[in-house]
């Protein structure tokens, strides 16, 4: 703990040496996000721990999967069950799995059933950039934003863009192909992009459990590849009238075929299915208006050495009014309305299959020089456990050097899913009240010219957790304590890009059940991750480092999960304008390591891609 305290404290000490050393550079244009306060907000307004990865990043690490990409970002960390395609689960600050709210183009996105998005379904060559918002944001967006809020926005086109097309080839180890092909433009006041893709892999043997184990892990001995395949198709577009109003619209879906191991299956066939569209206009000079829809849905097809055994589909509805008021130079209201309605279908009798829930919010931002401060709060009614109201209060200082101070508070909740609610056979419980949060944070950042970096630490406090009692029924009884400190550094200088970013936390149980003072399963002490690319005229080459200390695979804590560091190394050349080859050698160590207990991760892995990507 001592050490990595002192690794996070050089890395702030760095940050404020690269800011003093850059202060007189030339500022350049700030980023733009929308996901922290719900409107176009000027990252250092945000007054959150916000990371923005654009296509440029993607395109510069060469991942093959939003795993790939989203691992080692601060207070991040994931569980995978075998390799590329199976089950992925996220961890944000030590929260759960299911403690971070996941959208696609503004669309809520995850199973009914569960409330766990399918990050391997989500196709990265699809992805046109990221913001990450850490922390809780149930104030602003309802249920399930404890960790914070991960919105994907896909690729589209620009207003004015001739037809332009776009390309991307891959091969690699275990039988690995991957293809993406799509076209993109615009006329004076439209844009349109529309793309087709998948990717095929013969695999790895996911899970590694011999007779000796026979009742853990995934309860089977099944030493076979474990092969994934998947089909993707995106289709975005909009319009903006002479009179500022906007109309936008996306589409993207996914399927796959996803093998594993298993004695009770071994295949399921799974979709997921993600569509939105948003009407923007300004009702006068003060007062802009936004209508949204949506509607994700998930299937699943369950099969057992050849027969179908099972399916869950889940549809979830969603539309959203906001109105966003200028109330005077520096001070805005924002307000508005969520709706959604989440229905299941499924060969498992639910006692219920269908809630609605309605939320009501408030943000309002004000900027007095050097002090900003934002105030939010919602009242979510959900049809079946009630009313939930969150909160949340933020104030930044803003130094002349462009150092801003941020302090904040603010509240939480994960409403129970429809397993824990409604599963029959005894085994879900109606009566469950949502798993609340209060957080505590306080954060030191800065954009100095090309630079930029922040240092965050937090506390977390968890009740109400969702545990079992001796009949495997749901009940809410645990507690946990999340404390941590995290840090990010970036640069874009003279050719060279790097991204940094560090975390020690401290996710902690203080159940009364004997685990008071363990981990929470499988969430380290200590993450790290470091991304170093150097362009060269036609040639780039680069690298990471991503290291991850201990954890548990059990809330006893007697399934150790040893830590790991693996490294990866890339090349790129651009042979002609638009085409350019890239290398990429994953886990270059050949490191052996697992993150869910019994689950084979991949080993030392080749990647070679063709890309034809004209630049806009």
Partial sequence: MKKTLLAAALLAATATAAHAADETQPQTMQTVVVTATRTATPIDDTLAPVTVITRQDIDRLQPQSVQDLLTGLPGVNFANAGGLGQQTSMFVRGTNSSHTLVLIDGVRVGTVAAGLPAFEQIPVEQIDHIEFVRGPRSSLYGADAIGGVLQIFTRHGEAGEAPTPSLALTAGSHSLVDGQAGISGGTDHGWYNASLGGQYTRGINACKVGAAEAFAGCFADQPDKDGYRTYNAALSGGYRW???????????????????????????????????????????????????????????????????????????????????????????????????????????????????????????????????IQLSGRHDHNEQFGNHNTGGIAYGYHFDNQMVLSASWASSFHAPTFNDLYYPFGSGNPNLKPESGRSYEIGLSARPGAWNWAVNAYQTKLTNLIGYDEFFVPINVARARLRGVEGQLGADVD????????????????????????????????????????????????GSVYSAGYSYDDAANSARLGGYTTA???????????????????????????????FNQLGRTYYLTLRYSPAR
């Fill in 242 to 372: 002479d009179n500022n109003v906007v109309l936008t619209g996306s589409f993207l879906r996914s399927k796959g075929d996803i093998e594993y191991d298993g004695d009770f299956g071994n295949f399921t066939r799974r979709s997921q299915q993600v569509v939105g569209g948003s009407l923007a206009f300004p009702v006068s000079d003060i007062w802009n208006m936004n209508v949204a829809v949506g509607q994700n849905q998930d299937r699943a097809d369950n099969y057992a050495f050849g027969p179908r055994i099972g399916f869950g589909y889940s549809k979830r509805n969603q539309a959203s009014w906001q109105n966003d008021f200028t109330l005077a130079p520096g001070q805005s209201l924002s307000a508005g309305v969520d709706y959604s309605q989440e229905r299941l279908d499924s060969d498992t009798g639910y006692l219920a299959d269908s809630r609605n829930n309605t939320g009501v919010f408030a943000l309002y931002q004000g900027r007095f020089d050097a002090n900003e």
């Fill in 568 to 598: 990866d190394v890339r090349a790129s050349w651009t042979f002609r304008p638009a085409w350019s080859i890239q290398a990429r050698v994953a886990n270059l160590a050949d490191r052996t390591y697992e993150t869910s207990r019994y």
């Fill in 495 to 542: 050719g060279w890009h790097l991204r940094a970013s560090a975390t020690v936390q401290q996710p902690i149980s203080q159940a009364d059940d004997g685990t008071d003072g363990n981990l929470l399963a499988r969430r380290p002490r200590r993450m790290g991750r470091v991304d170093l690319d150097r362009d060269l005229g036609d040639f780039s080459v680069g």
